[in-house]
């Protein structure tokens, strides 16, 4: 497969396969690199609808089809961004426990979510393959290594750590959209009009909030769930 082949050697180009070199035009005329943060600042401005090798080369001073040899179908440019995108940071797990081993990591890939939220809106089905995102994971299984958590424990851990960061940041970066003022109008009007709110959801209503200001509350719901994670996962 040729074009998983080219894909493939893009992906991994940082760590030890080459470029293909493209066939049509002088060889080398545009970085990939800059293809690519090009389309990254694209998406966080604009979301990734915006995206296209059209308003990239536009970017560029370039023609859509000059990016075609450097970057592939759009899948594939989508594919190489989301990995780019998701460089992981350094940072070094602290020794002070499996919580605030997991704690570390958790927050550090919501930052990269938030600072890119239009990766969360992206299915797991399209994971990229490649390494960045590799890094990721490895440096968890890392984590629940070095902590001795029960391998049996291990797959659903790292399905649970993921789904919870991906939803916060992706609540966190919906925050951003609210406008707070049309918000509390709705909840005004919906007390005026179910003045026995209370009585008919008596649970919910008396849900002690994550945060005392709601725009911290996403955060404050991953730290809680890996907290609680890590309990449950040294109790076993």
Known sequence: MEDNSAHVRRLWRHRGTSLPTPRRGPRQQLDLDEILRTGIAIADTDGLDAVSTRAIAARLGRTAMALYPYVGTKDHLVALMQDQASAMPEWADPATGLRDALQGWAERLFGVYLAHPWLTELPWSRATQGPHEQ???????????????DPGQRATTVTMLYATVRATAGTAAGYR??????????????????????????????????????RDAPRAALRGSVELLAQALVRE
């Open 135 to 149: 890094d990721w994971l490895e440096r968890l299984l890392t984590i629940l290594d070095a902590w001795h958590v």
């Open 177 to 214: 959209r609210v406008d707070p003022a049309a918000w509390l109008d709705q909840a005004r009007e919906t007390a005026r009009q179910i003045p026995d709110m209370r009585e008919r959801y008596p649970l919910s209503t008396a849900l002690t909030p994550h945060a005392a200001d709601w």
